[in-house]
C-alpha cells in the first residue's frame, strides 16, 4: 500500500492520503488477528506523514488523521469480529467431527457390549414398544432374529392370558410412570414354550423430559429355579436326617423315658389282676384308683411316642400361629429326658402374655432340642448345672427365646465360626447341628447367635416372627405352605 500510495502521489498530491491503506488494515485484521491489525494501522499513520515531508500538517490533515483512525477502528473491529465468528465456526466443526467420532466410536463399542451380553436378552423399544434393537442373547433366549423381531408387537412376547389380561400395555404404562419396573413372570418363545423370566424394563427420556423409548433386560430363570428346588430339597432332607440322628443318640435315654410308665403299667395290671382273683369290695376303690394311674401312664407313653413320631416324620413345611409358651414346652419335654438324672435343673423364664409366633413348629421345635441337648453335654463336668430356657420382647414384630447354660463356654475362635457347617466343640461331633438350626431360624424369618455368659456359659439367642393380630384371630387356619 506504501508503494502504491508512493506511485499515485503525483495525480493524489495531498487529497485522500489514508485511503489506500485502508485494506491493509482490513487483511490484517481478516487474516491475522487483533495485534497485526493494531500494528498496521500505526505504521500506515506514519507514512502518511512520511509522504508529507517537511510540510506543516494544518486542520484539514489532523481532521483526516482523526477520521482514518475512527476508520480503521471500525474497520479493526470488524475484522476481529469477523475473525472471531470463523474460528468459533472451525472450533464447532472440529468438535462436531470429534462428537461424531466419538458418537460412532461409542455406537460401536455399545452394540459390541450389547451382543457380548451372550446370557442376557437385550432390546431397545420405541415408545410404542416396537423393538429397535435385538441382541443375540435376545435370539437365543427367544427365539426370533432381529428383523423378525422389528416387525412383531410387543404382545408376541407374552403368553395368551397376559395379553388377555392387558399386561403389555400396562408394563409399557407402569415404566412410563415408575420410570423403572423389575418383577418376574412368564414370557413366550418363538416355538410357543414358555419360561420363567427376571425382566427389567426401563424408561428412556429427552433431555426436555419426553418419552423415546424403554430398554427391556430378560434373564431366563428356570435353570435357577430348579437348582434352588434341588438345594432346598437336599436341605429338607439334610434337617430331616438331623432329627434322625438326634433321636439316635438319645435312644438310650428314650428307653428310659418309656419303660418307667410301662413298667408302671405292668404293675398297676398285675396289682388288679391279683386282687381279682380274691376279689373283696373293701379293694374295689383301690382297684379303680390303680386302673386310673394305668391309664395316665399309658397316655404318658402315648404322649411321648406321639411327639416322636411328629418330630421324626417327614412332612411338608408348614408354618402355622403357635402359642410360644407351649411350643417352648413341648419341645423341653423331649429334649431334657434324661437330664433329672444328671443333676440338670432346668428353669423356664417366659414373658407373660400371649406371644404367638408364625413358625414351622416341628422345625423349631428341632432347633430348641438341638440348643437343650448341647446345653447339658457342656454342664456335663460343671458344679453348678443350671439350664435357662427365656423369652422376652425383640425388635418390633419379633420374640427372642435364649437357652442359657453354665457350662465351661466356648473358646473365641471357635465362637467366630460356630454356625459354620463341619465347625464342633465335640470330638465325636459332625458339626452339623448349629449349622442346621442357622438354616431353619433363618428358613422360619429369624437370626440366630451366640453370646458368652458371665461367670461362665453359654447365651444362645434367636429371634422367631409374632403372628399378627388378625393372624391370631384366625386361628391355625392361617398357615402358609411351602413344599420343599
Known amino acids: 500500500m506504501a ?24 487483511a490484517a485484521a481478516l487474516w491475522c488477528g487483533l495485534g497485526p491489525a493494531i500494528l498496521a494501522t500505526l505504521l500506515s499513520f506514519v507514512l502518511v506523514h512520511g509522504f508529507a515531508g517537511a510540510r506543516q500538517p494544518g486542520m484539514g490533515d489532523r481532521l483526516e488523521g482523526l477520521l482514518f483512525l475512527f476508520v480503521a477502528a471500525g474497520v479493526v473491529l470488524l475484522g476481529e469480529i469477523v475473525n472471531r465468528s470463523r474460528r468459533r465456526i472451525a472450533e464447532a466443526e472440529r468438535l462436531n467431527r470429534l462428537r ?21 436378552a437385550i432390546c431397545m423399544l420405541d415408545a410404542t414398544g416396537r423393538v429397535t434393537i435385538w441382541n ?25 392370558d397376559a395379553i388377555a389380561a392387558g399386561e403389555p400395555e400396562r408394563d409399557l404404562a407402569r415404566a412410563a410412570t415408575e420410570g423403572r419396573i423389575m418383577r418376574e413372570d412368564w414370557r413366550l418363545r418363538k416355538d410357543g414354550s414358555r419360561f420363567l423370566a427376571a425382566i427389567a424394563l426401563t424408561a428412556l427420556f429427552t433431555g426436555e423430559g419426553r418419552l423415546r423409548g424403554f430398554a427391556g433386560f430378560i434373564r431366563d430363570l428356570t435353570e435357577q429355579r430348579h437348582t434352588e428346588e434341588q ?24 428307653a428310659h ?33 390303680a386302673l386310673d394311674e394305668t391309664a395316665r401312664e399309658a397316655m404318658r407313653a402315648g404322649q411321648i411316642v406321639r411327639r416322636l413320631r411328629d418330630f421324626v416324620a417327614r412332612g411338608d413345611v408348614e408354618k402355622t400361629i403357635e402359642p410360644l409358651p407351649d411350643l417352648i414346652h413341648e419341645a423341653a419335654v423331649l429334649g431334657l429326658m434324661g437330664t ?61 427365646v435364649t437357652v442359657t447354660d453354665t457350662g465351661a463356654g466356648i473358646a473365641p475362635e471357635v465362637a467366630k465360626q460356630l454356625f459354620r457347617a463341619f465347625v464342633s466343640t465335640k470330638s465325636e461331633g459332625m458339626g452339623l447341628g448349629l449349622s442346621i438350626c442357622r438354616t431353619i431360624v433363618e428358613a422360619n424369618g429369624g437370626r440366630i447367635w451366640m453370646e458368652p455368659r458371665q461367670g461362665g456359659g453359654t447365651h444362645f439367642h434367636f429371634t422367631l416372627a409374632r403372628a399378627q393380630t388378625e393372624e391370631r384371630h384366625g386361628g391355625q387356619e392361617a398357615r402358609s405352605h411351602c413344599r420343599r
Open 3 to 26: 508503494a502504491l500510495r508512493a506511485a499515485v502521489e503525483p495525480w493524489l498530491g495531498d487529497r485522500a492520503p489514508f485511503l489506500p491503506f485502508v485494506p491493509a488494515i482490513l
Open 100 to 120: 461424531t467420532h466419538d458418537a460412532e466410536e461409542l455406537a460401536e463399542e455399545l452394540n459390541l457390549l450389547i451382543d457380548g451380553a451372550q446370557g442376557h
Open 136 to 160: 443375540r442373547g435376545a435370539e437365543r433366549l427367544l427365539g426370533w432374529s432381529e428383523a423378525e423381531a422389528r416387525s412383531l408387537p410387543l404382545s408376541a412376547f407374552y403368553p395368551p
Open 231 to 254: 438345594l432346598q430339597a437336599l436341605q429338607s432332607e439334610l434337617i430331616h436326617v438331623a432329627r434322625v440322628s438326634a433321636m439316635g443318640t438319645m435312644a438310650s435315654t428314650l
Open 257 to 289: 423315658e418309656l419303660n418307667q410308665p410301662i413298667t408302671a403299667i405292668a404293675n398297676y395290671v398285675e396289682a388288679v389282676r391279683d386282687q381279682l382273683a380274691d376279689p373283696r369290695p373293701a379293694e374295689f376303690p383301690a382297684m379303680r384308683g
Open 340 to 400: 433329672r438324672e444328671k443333676g440338670i435343673e432346668a428353669v423356664f423364664d417366659l414373658a407373660p402374655g400371649d406371644a404367638s409366633v408364625l413358625v414351622d413348629k416341628v422345625q423349631i421345635q428341632q432347633v430348641l432340642i438341638n440348643l437343650i441337648r448341647n446345653g447339658c453335654e457342656a454342664m456335663g463336668s460343671t458344679p453348678e448345672r443350671r439350664l435357662v430356657i427365656a423369652s422376652r420382647p425383640d425388635r418390633p414384630g419379633f420374640v427372642r
